[in-house]
Each structure stands twice: as structure tokens, then as C-alpha cells.
Nanobody, 124 residues
Framework: QVQLLESGGGLVQSGGSLRLSCAAS????????MGWFRRAPEKEREFVSA????????YYADSVKGRFTISRDNDKKMVYLQMNSLKPEDTAVYYC?????????????????WGQGTQVTVSS
């Protein structure tokens, strides 16, 4: 069982930055691919970024590539999402997710555990 708790959301102006954090419980954090997804108002939840277990390979949606950076600290059982050059269209609830030995990083249905989400609002 893994529990995930996101933090770091808030209100920021367009062009600003935020750093989201996700704290995980459980003894085998390093065996999980960790992902970030988001749900904007009146839209479906979508993939944002992921970092694989093992090699730590990173993946990004085209809409955030070059602006967002995902990282993880296995010793601290943490995953981070550094978000720079934020745009109003980045406004959403951001969710952290964990996929045990996951390989299909972009697929919402592959993830086993989800956090409650943290709100990010970018004003224009």
C-alpha cells in the first residue's frame, strides 16, 4: 500500500514558477514509476510528466516540455515537479500517482495509487 500527499500548489502569475512535491509512504518507493497528471476545469485528467523506477528516465507531455522538470529522491520517498514559465492554461488540479514497476507512463489506468491533488492557478 502506498499513500501519496501532494503539496506546493497555489496562485501564481503568468510566467511564474511553482514547485510541486509529492510525499509517499511505503517501503518500496524506488520500485514505482511516479507520474504527475492534471485536470483542468471541465476537462478530463491528462498526463503531465513521469519518472521511471530504476533508470529514472523522464517523460513529458508536449505541452509542458521545456518548462516542467520532474525529479525524485528515493531516500526521502519524494517526487517533485518544478514548473516554470507557467501559463493560464496550466491551471488545474495536479495529481501525483504511483505505478508499481510501471512501464506505460502516460496511461492513467496503469497507475495503482493516487494522491488527492493540489490546485495550481495561473493568472493572466
Amino acid at each position: 500500500q502506498v499513500q501519496l500527499l501532494e503539496s506546493g500548489g497555489g496562485l501564481v502569475q503568468s510566467g511564474g514558477s511553482l514547485r510541486l512535491s509529492c510525499a509517499a509512504s511505503g517501503r518500496t518507493f524506488s520500485r514505482y514509476t511516479m507520474g504527475w497528471f492534471r485536470r483542468a476545469p471541465e476537462k478530463e485528467r491528462e498526463f503531465v510528466s513521469a519518472i521511471s523506477w530504476g533508470s529514472g528516465t523522464t517523460y513529458y507531455a508536449d505541452s509542458v516540455k521545456g518548462r516542467f522538470t520532474i525529479s525524485r529522491d528515493n531516500d526521502k520517498k519524494m517526487v517533485y515537479l518544478q514548473m516554470n514559465s507557467l501559463k493560464p492554461e496550466d491551471t488545474a488540479v495536479y495529481y501525483c500517482a504511483a505505478d508499481h514497476f510501471g512501464n506505460t507512463y502516460y496511461a492513467e489506468g496503469s497507475y495503482d495509487y493516487w494522491g488527492q491533488g493540489t490546485q495550481v492557478t495561473v493568472s493572466s
